[in-house]
């Protein structure tokens, strides 16, 4: 990647004690080794745990079983008066289920057939009815 080799680092370390004198030289290698550092390990957490997912997908491929996969068969394009007729007969399957289970059950058929007046209570609560 970088062709660095040990006479440009040489050149680069003896620029920076120029620039930065004697002083400040070994606080600024310190802080350089510690960002290099910081910046090694981050990348060693990314690579180990990129190196995890592959491990785990790659022991998921073994466990999963092995089918072929089934082929699909590709969907049929009705006309529109075959549609409206299959939901014609889905809706009425659907209708005659209703209508069975309100005969089987006579006490919801009876309060279901009657229907509700608007504005009128078929039952006041007693608490209310009488406070004369």
Not at 16 to 35: F, T
Not at 45 to 64: I, N, P, S
Not at 75 to 103: C, F, H, R
């Amino acid at each position: 990647m970088f062709d660095v080799g040990f006479w440009e680092l040489v050149l680069c370390a003896v620029v920076a004690l120029i620039v930065l004198g004697p002083e400040r030289m070994p606080v600024v290698v310190r802080s350089v080794a510690h960002w290099l550092g910081a910046a090694r390990s981050m990348l060693n957490a990314v690579k180990a745990e990129f190196e995890q997912e592959l491990a785990l997908d790659k022991l998921k491929q073994e466990l999963m079983p092995q089918t072929p996969p089934t082929p699909q068969e590709p969907p049929t394009v009705g006309t529109p008066s075959t549609q409206a007729a299959v939901d014609i007969q889905g809706n009425a399957d659907i209708q005659s289920a209703i209508e069975q289970l309100k005969a089987s059950s006579p006490q919801r058929a009876s309060a279901a057939d009657e229907p509700a007046a608007p504005g009128k209570n078929a039952e006041k609560p007693s608490s209310t009815a009488d406070h004369s």
